[in-house]
């Protein structure tokens, strides 16, 4: 079992700990590939210190190391609000120019200053965050971005969001584990190369003098958003948004703030590919494919010429990679897979080697619409690029693979857990003396949660709703079955510190991904409609008859956001389908450390601000300290009027 690492001392780092950035319309361009032009945009943005002038519309890195305070002083210079101040229904989208800050996956107070998102800093004001890292907080690949509801979705779609690298030195001892970071080291000591993708989908558009989104329209369906000469692409509103729309707009998911860019790799190289889903509109499937020799310059104008070029130019098989951590969090083993998919807010940390020299293409592989934030079948894009120089073959990835961290090992370990470490990566790649929590035991539970996420499309408008109280897809009680919208006023759950509680996690009608602010869970189970855990290593999901990559090996995973799968889709099968589509399932967490209110809430952020998110307040047992209780939501029936926050 592994081991809190309680005793290893805090480490020195260099890297930006102290940012400043400014909040402001930024104009500049983002690359369209189906026109082979810069569309001029103006979005909201981050300004200062490490932003790109070439790329803004992505936040600076931020680096740090356990024990040490990153501090961000930051500055809304957008215009004047008068929905900021106050809002008829907080579940409307609103206060579009103000902001606040969420460090995501970060094990932080969410109090105060700290990784506080319950405030608004409106235009012309300024706030200072400290976000104080425990000397044991884990080493890993999180990040940041604005989080303020209401407007949460259209800033982080415009590219507020950015990398949060916490990087370690502490190697394993025989009574803490320590980070991978120490085994990931070249001869000279160096750390492996490393490649930091921040995936974003930046969904502006051009309008008509009558305000209407510019689109092309082929048998009736619209294929594209179109920005003509002289226009300007903006994010101006929430129609934006929703299942069909980012498909329809044929805009490119950007990596670093740029669309299909080039990256630069050598054969038989380890590199360390840190990904960061910071978008908010598509599901990823990461894959990397050779490229053919003497490929065209890409340029595709619809969704099945994007899918057509990669079948005639990125081809063969998809080559392995190794996962060694998710959401951050290092795992027990260095998983193979060809394909990786990221719902919004994930991570991956993954382990890749080009076998042969030539060019590779980065490839959104194919979804079945069930598992995917857009709802549609999706075809394949070209996500990037990777030219690879010419190095030592590869003719078994995971056997080189295993060569190379054992020779690492053999080099930078201590001696008295080097036997080990070594043991453990001859033993399939396992990493058990670098997860940074113990697994969580069946004696520790102390307490139950159970959330349903649910679409209510009954009436003008839809409501985006949690519940507390899960259902019995089989026997369904519409009487029991009482989900609600976020209200800032209440706090929906009561827990305890030092609490250990096993959650069920459940979606009456399409798939959301569930987070949860300050503390990680572990996977359990996740159990499809036939009752098949399709977590376990080797298992297939295969619900609704598509198979589905996502959920095999993330069973005993530690993870800050999950996505909770339905194959309801259409809002006619609520609930007579329930038995048929439902999945279950089952994680545990530990409340440690901190108190004071925080939330958790669907990451398709557009639901997010539409109500999808309920507010938790974490107290002493008995003892107090937040007024947790005194602030439960009342009864069904006795909802309040939400005013604002």
Same mark, same amino acid.
């Given at each position: 079992?592994s081991r809190?690492r309680?005793?290893?001392a805090?480490v020195?780092?260099?890297?930006?700990?102290?940012l400043d950035l400014?909040v402001?319309f930024?104009e500049?361009g983002i690359y369209n590939?189906?026109?082979g032009?810069?569309d001029k945009?103006?979005?909201?943005?981050?300004?200062?210190a490490g932003v790109?002038?070439?790329a803004?519309? *992505?936040?600076p890195v931020i680096?740090a190391?356990?024990?040490e305070r990153?501090t961000v002083a930051l500055h809304?210079?957008?215009?004047?609000?008068?929905s900021?101040?106050g809002?008829?229904d907080m579940?409307?989208?609103h206060c579009f120019?103000?902001t606040?800050?969420?460090?995501h996956?970060?094990?932080?107070?969410?109090?105060g200053?700290?990784?506080?998102v319950l405030?608004?800093i409106?235009?012309?004001?300024?706030f200072?965050?400290f976000?104080?890292?425990p000397?044991e907080?884990?080493?890993?690949t999180?990040w940041y971005?604005?989080?303020?509801h209401g407007?949460?979705a259209l800033?982080?779609s415009?590219?507020m969001?950015?990398?949060?690298?916490?990087r370690?030195?502490?190697?394993?001892?025989q009574?803490?584990n320590?980070?991978l970071?120490?085994l990931?080291?070249e001869?000279d000591?160096?750390?492996m190369q490393e490649q930091l993708l921040v995936f974003?989908?930046?969904?502006?558009a051009?309008f008509?003098?009558?305000?209407?989104?510019?689109t092309r329209v082929?048998?009736g369906?619209?294929v594209a958003w179109?920005c003509?000469?002289g226009d300007t692409?903006?994010?101006?509103?929430?129609?934006?948004?929703?299942?069909?729309t980012?498909?329809?707009?044929g805009?490119?998911?950007t990596?670093?703030?740029?669309?299909?860019?080039?990256?630069?790799?050598?054969?038989g190289?380890?590199?360390?590919w840190?990904?960061?889903?910071g978008?908010?509109?598509?599901?990823?499937? $990461?894959a990397?494919?050779?490229?053919?020799t003497g490929?065209p310059?890409?340029k595709?104008t619809t969704a099945?010429a994007a899918?057509d070029?990669?079948?005639?130019?990125? *081809?063969?098989?998809p080559?392995?990679y190794?996962?060694v951590?998710?959401?951050?969090?290092?795992?027990?083993?260095?998983?193979?897979t060809v394909?990786a998919?990221?719902?919004p807010g994930y991570r991956?940390d993954?382990? *890749?080697?080009?076998p042969t020299a030539?060019?590779y293409c $980065?490839?959104?592989e194919?979804l079945?619409?069930?598992?995917s %934030?857009t709802r549609a079948?999706?075809?394949?894009?070209l996500?990037?690029t990777?030219s690879?120089?010419a190095?030592s073959?590869?003719?078994?990835?995971d056997?080189?693979?295993?060569?190379?961290?054992v020779?690492?090992a053999?080099?930078?370990?201590p001696?008295?857990?080097?036997a080990?470490v $070594?043991?453990?990566l001859?033993?399939?790649?396992?990493?058990?003396?670098f997860v940074?929590?113990?697994?969580v035991?069946?004696?520790e539970?102390?307490?139950?949660?159970?959330?349903v996420f649910?679409?209510?499309?009954?009436?003008?408008?839809?409501?985006?709703? %949690?519940?507390?109280?899960s259902?019995?897809p089989?026997?369904?009680?519409?009487?029991t079955f009482?989900?609600r919208?976020?209200?800032?006023n209440?706090?929906?759950?009561?827990?305890p510190?030092?609490g250990?509680e096993e959650w069920t996690l459940?979606?009456?009608?399409v798939?959301h991904?569930?987070?949860?602010?300050?503390n990680?869970?572990q996977?359990?189970?996740?159990?499809?409609p036939?009752?098949?855990?399709?977590?376990a290593p080797g298992?297939?999901?295969?619900?609704g008859?598509?198979?589905?990559p996502?959920?095999?090996g993330?069973?005993? %995973?530690w993870?800050?956001t999950l996505?909770?799968k339905?194959l309801?889709t259409?809002?006619?099968?609520?609930p007579?389908k329930?038995?048929?589509?439902?999945?279950?399932i089952k994680?545990?967490?530990?409340?440690?450390?901190?108190?004071?209110q925080? *939330?958790?809430?669907?990451?398709?952020?557009?639901?997010?601000?539409?109500g999808m998110?309920?507010?938790?307040?974490?107290?002493?047992p008995?003892?107090?300290g937040?007024?947790?209780v005194r602030?439960?939501?009342?009864?069904d029936?006795?909802?309040?009027t939400?005013?604002?926050h």
């Amino acid at each position: 079992m592994s081991r809190f690492r309680k005793a290893q001392a805090p480490v020195a780092s260099s890297g930006r700990r102290q940012l400043d950035l400014t909040v402001k319309f930024i104009e500049n361009g983002i690359y369209n590939p189906a026109s082979g032009r810069v569309d001029k945009v103006r979005l909201r943005g981050y300004t200062g210190a490490g932003v790109d002038p070439k790329a803004p519309y *992505v936040a600076p890195v931020i680096e740090a190391a356990p024990g040490e305070r990153i501090t961000v002083a930051l500055h809304n210079d957008l215009p004047e609000d008068a929905s900021c101040a106050g809002h008829g229904d907080m579940n409307q989208p609103h206060c579009f120019n103000g902001t606040n800050l969420h460090s995501h996956g970060l094990w932080v107070s969410p109090t105060g200053n700290s990784d506080n998102v319950l405030i608004s800093i409106n235009p012309g004001k300024s706030f200072t965050y400290f976000y104080d890292l425990p000397d044991e907080h884990p080493a890993g690949t999180f990040w940041y971005h604005s989080h303020r509801h209401g407007s949460t979705a259209l800033q982080v779609s415009s590219g507020m969001a950015g990398a949060l690298v916490v990087r370690g030195n502490r190697p394993p001892t025989q009574t803490a584990n320590g980070d991978l970071d120490t085994l990931l080291k070249e001869a000279d000591g160096q750390p492996m190369q490393e490649q930091l993708l921040v995936f974003q989908q930046i969904q502006y558009a051009c309008f008509d003098t009558d305000g209407k989104i510019k689109t092309r329209v082929v048998d009736g369906k619209v294929v594209a958003w179109i920005c003509d000469p002289g226009d300007t692409g903006e994010i101006r509103n929430y129609d934006q948004f929703g299942p069909p729309t980012w498909g329809q707009s044929g805009r490119y998911t950007t990596i670093n703030g740029l669309v299909q860019p080039r990256f630069e790799s050598k054969v038989g190289q380890v590199e360390r590919w840190r990904m960061i889903h910071g978008g908010v509109r598509e599901t990823l499937t $990461v894959a990397f494919r050779p490229r053919r020799t003497g490929a065209p310059v890409y340029k595709a104008t619809t969704a099945e010429a994007a899918a057509d070029y990669i079948r005639q130019n990125c *081809v063969g098989e998809p080559i392995p990679y190794h996962l060694v951590a998710a959401d951050g969090l290092t795992t027990a083993t260095a998983r193979s897979t060809v394909n990786a998919t990221l719902q919004p807010g994930y991570r991956f940390d993954a382990l *890749v080697m080009f076998p042969t020299a030539g060019d590779y293409c $980065v490839v959104n592989e194919p979804l079945p619409g069930t598992a995917s %934030v857009t709802r549609a079948d999706q075809e394949r894009q070209l996500l990037a690029t990777v030219s690879v120089a010419a190095g030592s073959p590869v003719s078994n990835i995971d056997s080189a693979l295993t060569d190379a961290l054992v020779a690492a090992a053999e080099r930078t370990m201590p001696t008295d857990v080097r036997a080990a470490v $070594v043991a453990d990566l001859k033993d399939g790649l396992k990493l058990t003396r670098f997860v940074p929590h113990p697994d969580v035991s069946d004696d520790e539970i102390t307490g139950t949660q159970e959330l349903v996420f649910f679409i209510d499309l009954n009436g003008d408008v839809a409501k985006f709703e %949690v519940g507390n109280k899960s259902f019995d897809p089989k026997n369904f009680d519409p009487t029991t079955f009482k989900p609600r919208s976020y209200d800032p006023n209440y706090v929906d759950r009561a827990l305890p510190l030092g609490g250990v509680e096993e959650w069920t996690l459940q979606s009456a009608f399409v798939g959301h991904p569930f987070h949860i602010h300050v503390n990680p869970f572990q996977i359990v189970e996740i159990l499809d409609p036939n009752g098949i855990d399709v977590s376990a290593p080797g298992a297939v999901d295969k619900g609704g008859g598509i198979i589905d990559p996502q959920y095999p090996g993330l069973k005993g %995973v530690w993870k800050d956001t999950l996505w909770v799968k339905s194959l309801i889709t259409n809002p006619a099968d609520f609930p007579a389908k329930l038995a048929s589509s439902t999945y279950k399932i089952k994680i545990r967490t530990r409340y440690e450390r901190f108190i004071g209110q925080y *939330v958790l809430h669907c990451h398709i952020l557009d639901h997010e601000d539409q109500g999808m998110m309920q507010n938790i307040c974490i107290e002493l047992p008995d003892g107090g300290g937040a007024n947790c209780v005194r602030l439960l939501r009342p009864a069904d029936g006795q909802q309040s009027t939400a005013t604002h926050h």
